[in-house]
């Protein structure tokens, strides 16, 4: 029953946290991992007994999901230069380089262990990346490129993490083994992504309902994730290319209903899960204290050190990086958009690159014991150092990001993207147009109707791009723009008294609830802001 409070503790304090963090300053995750770790430390509070195999698949399928589903295939592959740089070479390099350093300063330390270290810390989280760099208003460009990377990275770190880990507990390692697992476990997470985002979308198109349709989409991620580690593939990219085939190939125009109920769903869920995730960060600090016992104090400078290998070479590597593409793209007369091209820019980059709970049950996740009995070396000492990366990746650079931000004047170009939404309305207005006159010509549909159309569409036509239109014209549509907002003012108080008598109606004797609901429910549409 303790754990049960405690979990909905949790769950309030993600709801709360929410409208509180940005009255306060503080990024959403930063203060949940916060309130985890004053949880953590007060003696009444329960330890919680999760088990550590059990974070990943509980949390990462549902958050990857929600989060590709911001994206497109195309996008991807627009942008497969990030990909490469951030998310597989950066992860390799940072794993690399910790591990030596590691080794080096812990040379106690086998060299397979720290591998595992390397690959459980070089990842970003991609929840908390994109959260902390959304909450201080990062341009949209920057915002692609760590969600990008973070959709990404945990794929090559998991992957090094198993086989270093399998290293270490067997004794054994090969190079051509492990080369051939990674490009095995990519083969089987496209294959199964592929094909379960295919069945999903055949069973979709036979349920009618949106709830039906959207509660399939909640088992969608855990089963691409199940059968791919249960394949020996990767879980995360299944899921990915799951959730990118779904949305790209099986959503299509005139699922509103899909769209309507399913958005609102995956927001709640991604704020539910994504709070319990930072705020577990938190609560783990207890156990991760009981484990390092009296001996914590003493791995503090190693951690310091490794927090400085980590910060470091992600530095060292966007600077050089964003040089070369820069060059790549101008000898090919060509710029790609999401490429970071500034030194600005790049060190928004580095200063983004939290980790988050894929580090955490990670580290804890590590086996106690190696063939033969022995302890897992330096296991403690691992689960400590990660949990400090942690700490400081979302404590101290998410805390301090919307200062950089602000010193360095990358703050989000309001203009720039009303620009661009004014243009895509006028897409819209224009296929709207081009439609009705296709349809005109069709069908015989009543002149005055054809007109009444015309009118409204060229009005919206006209709010977007007002630089089509003289100064009459534009004086004339001010006039219609005034009529129209005063009978949208009309029609909502008209809707809101026919929900307040639906309200009424439920209260009714004998009035069937679930009839009167499905009434409400497409008022609330029709009142929906357009």
């Known amino acids: 029953m303790a754990q049960l409070m405690l979990l909905f503790f949790v769950l309030l304090a993600a709801i709360?946290?929410?409208?509180?963090?940005?009255?306060?300053?503080?990024?959403?995750?930063?203060?949940?991992?916060?309130?985890?770790?004053?949880?953590?430390?007060?003696?009444?509070?329960p330890n919680i007994s999760l088990e550590p195999d059990l974070i990943l698949p509980l949390v990462l399928?549902?958050?990857?999901?929600?989060?590709?589903?911001?994206?497109?295939?195309?996008?991807?592959?627009?942008?497969?230069?990030?990909?490469?740089?951030?998310?597989?070479?950066?992860?390799?390099?940072?794993?690399?380089?910790?591990?030596?350093?590691?080794?080096?300063?812990?040379?106690?330390?086998?060299?397979?262990?720290a591998v595992a270290l390397g690959a459980i810390i070089s990842p970003p989280d991609p929840i908390a990346a994109a959260a902390v760099a959304g909450s201080v208003g990062l341009p949209r460009r920057l915002m692609g490129i760590l969600e990008t990377e973070g959709l990404f990275n945990d794929v090559t770190a998991l992957v090094v993490y198993g086989?270093?880990?399998?290293?270490?507990?067997?004794?054994?390692?090969?190079?051509?083994?492990?080369?051939?697992?990674?490009v095995l476990s990519a083969v089987l997470a496209l294959v199964i992504g592929v094909g379960l985002g295919w069945l999903s979308g055949r069973v979709m198109s036979l349920l009618d309902d949106p709830t039906l349709q959207v509660a399939l989409s909640l088992l969608v991620p855990f089963a691409a994730y199940t059968l791919a580690e249960e394949a020996h593939g990767s879980g995360v990219l299944?899921?990915?290319?799951?959730?990118?085939?779904?949305?790209?190939?099986?959503?299509?125009?005139?699922?509103?209903?899909?769209r309507l109920v399913g958005s609102a769903f995956w927001d709640v869920v991604e704020l539910l899960i994504s709070g319990v995730a930072f705020g577990l960060i938190g609560l783990e600090l207890a156990i991760v204290l009981a484990e390092a016992g009296r001996n914590w104090t003493a791995m503090l400078g190693d951690a310091g050190l490794v927090i400085v290998v980590v910060v470091g070479v992600r530095l060292l590597w966007l600077l050089p990086g964003a040089w070369v593409t820069a060059r790549w793209d101008r000898s090919r007369g060509e710029r790609e958009e999401a490429t970071p091209l500034?030194?600005?820019?790049?060190?928004?980059?580095?200063w983004?690159?939290?980790?988050?709970?894929?580090?955490?049950?990670?580290?804890?996740?590590?086996?106690?014991?190696?063939?033969?009995?022995?302890g897992f070396p330096g296991r403690d000492e691992i689960v400590f150092i990660a949990f400090c990366v942690v700490l400081f990746t979302l404590l101290v650079q998410g805390m301090t990001l919307s200062w950089v931000v602000r010193k360095l004047h990358l703050g989000r170009d309001e203009d720039a993207e009303d620009a661009a939404e004014r243009q895509l309305w006028y897409r819209v207005s224009k296929a709207g147009l081009l439609r009705l006159k296709e349809l005109a010509a069709a069908e015989d549909l009543p002149e005055d109707l054809v007109e009444r159309l015309r009118a409204r569409q060229t009005d919206r036509l006209a709010r977007v791009r007002p630089d089509m239109y003289d100064e009459d014209?534009?004086?004339?549509?001010?006039?219609?723009v005034r009529q129209v907002r005063r009978f949208q003012e009309v029609e909502?108080?008209?809707?809101a008294a026919g929900r307040v008598e639906m309200q009424l109606a439920r209260m009714e004797p004998g009035a069937d609830p679930e009839l009167v609901d499905r009434v409400i429910r497409k008022l609330d549409i029709r009142s929906a802001p357009r």
């Open 238 to 258: 299944s899921v990915l290319v799951c959730s990118l085939w779904i949305n790209d190939r099986t959503v299509g125009a005139d699922d509103v209903g899909f």
């Open 352 to 374: 983004s690159g939290m980790r988050g709970v894929a580090s955490v049950a990670l580290a804890l996740a590590i086996p106690l014991t190696v063939k033969g009995g022995a």
């Open 163 to 182: 086989l270093a880990v399998d290293a270490v507990v067997s004794g054994q390692f090969s190079t051509l083994e492990a080369a051939e697992r990674l």
């Open 342 to 350: 500034s030194w600005r820019e790049s060190t928004v980059l580095w």
């Open 473 to 480: 014209q534009r004086r004339e549509l001010k006039e219609r």
């Open 61 to 113: 399928p549902p958050l990857i999901y929600a989060a590709a589903q911001r994206s497109t295939t195309r996008y991807f592959k627009a942008n497969y230069r990030v990909i490469l740089l951030l998310a597989v070479a950066l992860v390799l390099v940072t794993t690399a380089t910790v591990a030596l350093a590691a080794h080096w300063i812990m040379p106690v330390l086998p060299l397979g262990a």
């Open 16 to 45: 709360v946290t929410t409208p509180l963090a940005g009255r306060i300053g503080l990024p959403q995750p930063v203060l949940m991992t916060l309130i985890g770790i004053a949880l953590a430390l007060m003696p009444w509070v």
């Open 492 to 495: 909502a108080e008209m809707l």
